[in-house]
């Protein structure tokens, strides 16, 4: 079993800034695609950000030059670099490893973004 854990969300103000980590816990993760999701309340779950197992990224438009994804696959881990946060990024981010051509969820972390 794949377990992936996320950190780092919580109650920030408009204009600020968090960093969600995703920690893997098992091998596989360098050769994994992995991405951040979120789903806003009555909404369904849309893409954040991917990166490749080369690094490579991609990001949805809605937050491009805000968010930046990486990985430190020493340490099984990805992150998202969330700045200019606006209310519109409320939502439950989840994380996605696609391992061997099989997805793998967390269980997601609140993200709040009002004044």
């Known amino acids: 079993q794949v377990q992936l854990v996320e950190s780092g969300g919580g109650l920030v103000q408009p204009g600020g800034s968090l960093k969600l980590s995703c920690a893997a816990s098992r091998s596989g993760f360098s050769i994994s695609i992995m991405g951040w999701y979120r789903q806003a309340p009555g909404k369904q779950r849309e893409l954040v950000a991917t990166i490749s197992t080369d690094g490579s990224t991609n990001c949805a438009n809605s937050v491009k030059g805000r968010f930046t994804i990486s990985r430190d696959n020493a340490k099984s881990t990805m992150y998202l670099q969330m700045n200019s946060l606006k209310p519109e990024d409320t939502a439950v981010y989840y994380c996605?490893?696609?391992?061997?051509?099989?997805?793998?969820w967390g269980q997601g972390t609140q993200v709040t973004v009002s004044s």
């Open positions: 996605k490893q696609t391992l061997i051509l099989r997805d793998y």
